[in-house]
């Protein structure tokens, strides 16, 4: 039985994830953590029991601090909990941690040896440069729970990487993708949430109507597969069934189906390279209709913007994602339009774009300075 620790376990993913471990009896909850959910970490340190938990904020009179103390539950709290758990006895952790601070507990994993499941993307997008090579030397598994790269990773797997041509990523286009496009700066954060395929957290769902996630993705993918930018191609498939394709040399096409339900890929990245039996349905392909078409980039600025930042290299795609995490809250607080959301993104790259690749400490100072230029009271 593996130990497991769940990061971002009151999230839409870590929520999904204890889930797929419920109904799973190879993997041991010890740890839980989340940023600021103390109600729901209450429950679910009630129902798992696990050896720690660890909050970033919680109020010193919450129920949480008793139950801990009654049961000999290390409580771990203050800024950055998830970054100063007890290593030592992990095998696997999912991160599910959503934005970049989800990044020095990647870090702080990997340095322990310990293999990461891992949905936080922004880890590899801010430090893909220092998180691979790290893995590499510590000799970390990084399994992808992000439903396109579980998709290419198993698509991938037992096959030759010198005969891969092309990675194809797909996206839905997210629910504006018929909406016209002079309709855009009308859209409001509720309209912005319901994405007509997935469930996912507030965050996630805006990324996906602005197409954030895909760039994010991208840049993922370029970290996770070692490839190339021109041999990944983004396309449009409204149905999110094919979660990704790989193309290889001979002219062959892997493609990974299924339906859009993260339960997979969750429990793909925990049972590796195993698979089990699981709840989810199947496929009706006597009635399935799928479709593909290229991104319209005037919709979906900031994929020509990533690959501009990709090309320009620095600290210019770090900067777009923490830019994006603040941005993306101001939009859900109403204080901006959803178009703005991608004028300011661009102003903050603007603003603190560097030549530098940044190193671990940097990037945290450059979070909490684009967080002061778009935040100063």
């Known amino acids: ?43 679910q340190t009630k129902k798992y029991s696990p050896d720690f938990v660890a909050i970033d904020v919680i109020d010193s009179s919450h129920n949480l601090f008793n139950l801990c103390k009654k049961n000999n539950i290390e409580l771990i709290t203050g800024n950055d909990a998830s970054s100063n758990i007890p290593f030592s006895n992990l095998d696997l952790a999912i991160n599910a941690i ?93 309209e912005a949430l319901k994405h007509p395929n997935w469930d996912m957290g507030a965050k996630i769902s805006i990324d996906s109507a602005t197409m954030m996630n895909k760039a994010l993705e991208l840049v993922e993918a370029l970290w996770l597969f070692n490839i190339k930018l021109d041999k990944i191609q983004i396309t449009i498939h409204p149905q999110s069934v094919v979660h990704s394709m790989v193309e290889f040399v001979d002219g062959s096409y892997k493609a990974h189906l299924g339906l859009p339900d993260m339960k997979v890929p969750i429990q793909y990245a925990l049972t590796f ?33 990533v690959e501009e930042l990709i090309n320009l290299g620095g600290n210019r795609v770090a900067a777009m994602s923490m830019a994006n995490d603040y941005i993306v809250q101001k939009f859900l607080d109403q204080k901006i339009s959803f178009n ?4 300011l993104i661009k102003e903050v790259v603007d603003e603190f774009a560097s030549d530098d690749l940044p190193s671990l400490e940097e990037l945290f100072i450059l979070d909490k300075n684009i967080q002061l230029y778009l935040d100063p009271n």
């Open 273 to 305: 390279p195993e698979r089990k039996d699981s709840s989810v349905g199947s496929l009706d392909f006597d009635n399935l209709n799928l479709d593909f078409k290229k991104p319209d980039l005037e919709k979906y600025p900031i994929l020509s913007l």
């Open 1 to 43: 039985m593996k130990n497991i620790v769940v990061m971002g376990s009151t999230g839409s993913i870590g929520i999904q994830s204890l889930d797929v471990i419920s109904k799973n009896n190879s993997h041991k909850v010890i740890g839980l953590t989340c940023h600021s959910n103390a109600d729901l970490l209450f429950e």
């Open 98 to 190: 959503v934005g970049t601070s989800g990044l020095r507990p990647t870090v702080e994993l990997i340095k322990n040896g310990v293999d990461v499941a891992l949905s936080n993307k922004e880890s590899l997008v801010l430090g893909g440069h220092i998180i691979m090579p790290l893995a590499n030397e510590k000799n970390v598994n990084i399994i992808p729970v992000d439903s396109e790269h579980s998709a290419i990773f198993q698509c991938l797997n037992g096959e030759n990487q010198k005969e891969l041509k092309k990675i194809i990523l797909t996206g839905s286009g997210g629910p504006f993708l018929k909406k016209p496009i002079h309709e855009f700066d009308t859209i409001t954060p509720n």
């Open 340 to 343: 703005e959301i991608f004028s």
